[in-house]
């Protein structure tokens, strides 16, 4: 029921942002690659034309000329998103992704050119108290993910784009906020780097440019121009990705897509057993056929109109067979095991970690502009003692303006109260929990959240008797990630490297100086046995479980 619930009410939206940068981290290198040989050109076409029209005394002579090539690119671009978000979706269902052929191409080409460019004018209208920019930003972002050029019909297209656009709006509005927030300081390290790049080329090579005379020279409108295009290429895909998430987790609670997912991921896990036992059973039939076929010694020669006939194995009876071989205990560690729901502040990722330390920032930001206005209150006041000078509906138009920036600041504060409130409410109790199957350490996508502290301990000390020493180290290596997680040290992530396990003991155990010499000495270790070539021996096993021993009481 709780799956069920989920499911309808939908991922928070840091939790789809993650898996939105998880999915790109994966993804195929020719679905980034189609993704910036569209938006690219664009991009560049786009300065192209920015400078061009602001500079060029001759502008207005090839104007249409150039209007014309700019709508060309803007499509070429939206054409080639289409693909990158097919090739996503394709990824998300663990399915081949379907060919373009010209006449799909055509299909998708015609819905972006007559539906997206209505984005040019809705968008910069919904900024306004007009229409809300949340919902018609997810439309125009579900037109991208939605199309798959294989619907005749553009209504249907709307229709679909429409519905996800109103699916789960709280997540949206989240995502809409981090991501606006991502933007901007993607934005200032592009223009903080491009703004010190020709003193660093000057300083390293000794080029000397007119921008290194005169570094205000280089802020003008082209620049940030150019800096807006950069933060877009680098912001964009992401927001691809999510949209791609909210569509294909939106169109699953009708179709059930993602059970079916989660299903061929479990049918790729059994599907070598099935193979190697349908080949044992096949062998051990033929072996029982040629024992039926061979004759007695004094057994009659058949005569030759005569047929030797085989039992041979009928096929209810093999699916049967391998029913019950499938049931065996001894394969049920192939079997997906419950998952436990732990609190929210041990699930946190490095979005999350970034979104709690810009809080005082944020805060500090508002305070100033709460002074800047209380001044131009206080200017607005000196300077209208005279009635008849005119300016009193400007100044009710201003005051107009301060009520709806102070209207929009109390809702993103009421926003992030709830926010935060959210994530601070305590999680429910689990009072009980599935007896789990000793998991595979051989598996390299196996989780140190698989087993707690005390299992990984007890499994590896079997390990150790039984002389799998490699194996037993690995273990003693989980449950020193499983330790640092109770205490909340650590994250655990499946995509997180030993060396981010590390870099984030060291942000937050630095009080703890020995422990972050251990655990660094258990890394160096268990790196050069499991991922090198190194050879392992019972005592620096042993001395690797003193080492987490010693993590353990507090290093």
């Known amino acids: 029921m709780k799956r069920a619930h989920r499911r309808q009410q939908g991922r928070s939206g840091i939790e789809l942002l993650e898996e939105a940068v998880h999915l790109l981290r994966t993804a195929p290198g020719g679905a980034l690659a189609g993704y910036y040989l569209g938006s690219l050109p664009f991009v560049l076409g786009l300065l192209y034309f920015w400078a061009d029209m602001s500079r060029n005394p001759f502008a207005y002579q090839h104007l249409a000329g150039a209007s014309l090539g700019m709508a060309l690119l803007f499509l070429w671009m939206k054409l080639w998103q289409v693909a990158f ?29 007559a539906l997206q460019p209505w984005g040019l004018f809705l968008l910069p209208l919904s900024l306004l108290p007009v229409l809300p920019f949340g919902w018609v930003y997810a439309f125009h972002q579900n037109l991208t993910a939605l199309d798959d050029g294989e619907s005749p019909q553009m209504r249907t297209l709307v229709r679909k784009a429409l519905r996800q656009a109103a699916l789960w709006p709280r997540q949206n509005h989240v995502v809409l906020f981090i991501l606006l927030g991502f933007a901007f300081a993607v934005f200032l390290n592009w223009t903080i780097f491009c703004f010190a790049l020709p003193g660093l080329v000057k300083m390293l090579f000794g080029v000397e440019t007119v921008f290194t005379r005169s570094g205000v020279g280089l ?73 039926a076929e061979s004759p007695a010694p004094n057994a009659p020669a058949a005569s030759p109109g005569q047929q ?51 809080k005082k920032p944020l805060r500090d930001t508002l305070e100033w502009l709460g002074e800047k206005l209380r001044k131009l209150f206080g200017r607005q006041r000196s300077s209208s003692g005279n009635p008849s000078s005119g300016y009193g509906w400007i100044m009710f138009m201003q005051l107009l303006l301060y009520a709806l920036v102070a209207a929009a600041l109390v809702a993103l504060g009421f926003l992030l109260f709830r926010i935060l409130r959210n994530r601070r409410r305590p999680s429910a109790v689990i009072q009980g929990e599935a007896i789990q199957p000793a998991p595979d350490l ?114």
């Open 442 to 555: 051989t598996d390299e996508n196996i989780g140190a959240d698989q087993l707690p502290e005390d299992g990984w301990t007890k499994l590896a000390r079997e390990l150790l008797e039984r002389g799998e020493l490699r194996l037993a180290m690995r273990a003693f290596y989980l449950a020193s990630l499983a330790h640092l997680a109770e205490r909340s040290l650590i994250n655990l992530a499946k995509f997180k490297s030993n060396r981010d396990y590390e870099l984030e003991l060291q942000r937050r155990g630095h009080s703890f100086a020995g422990l972050l010499s251990i655990f660094g000495e258990n890394v160096s270790v268990f790196d050069r046995i499991w991922y090198g070539m190194h050879e392992v021996t019972r005592d620096l096993v042993q001395q690797f479980a003193a080492n987490v021993e010693r993590i353990k009481a507090g290093g």
């Open 308 to 358: 030797i006939s085989s039992p041979g194995i009928p096929p209810p009876a093999l699916d049967r067979a391998i029913e019950d071989v499938i049931q065996q205990r001894k394969y049920t560690w192939r079997i997906p095991r419950e998952e436990i729901t732990k609190p929210d502040q041990d699930k946190q990722g490095i979005i999350a970690r970034f979104f709690a330390q810009i």
């Open 219 to 291: 802020l003008n409108t082209t620049f940030f121009a150019a800096m807006f295009g950069l933060t877009y290429l680098s912001v964009d895909p992401i927001a691809k990705a999510v949209y791609v998430l909210r569509c294909f987790y939106g169109e699953s609670l009708d179709s059930g897509e993602d059970l079916k997912v989660e299903l061929k991921q479990f049918a790729l896990q059994t599907k070598p057993i099935a193979a190697a036992l349908v080949l044992l059973l096949g062998l051990a039939g033929s072996i029982s056929l040629n024992g």
């Open 85 to 113: 978000a097919r090739k996503l979706h394709a990824a998300i269902s663990l399915a081949p992704p379907t060919p373009w052929s010209f006449s799909r191409c055509r299909r998708a080409f015609l819905a972006q050119a």
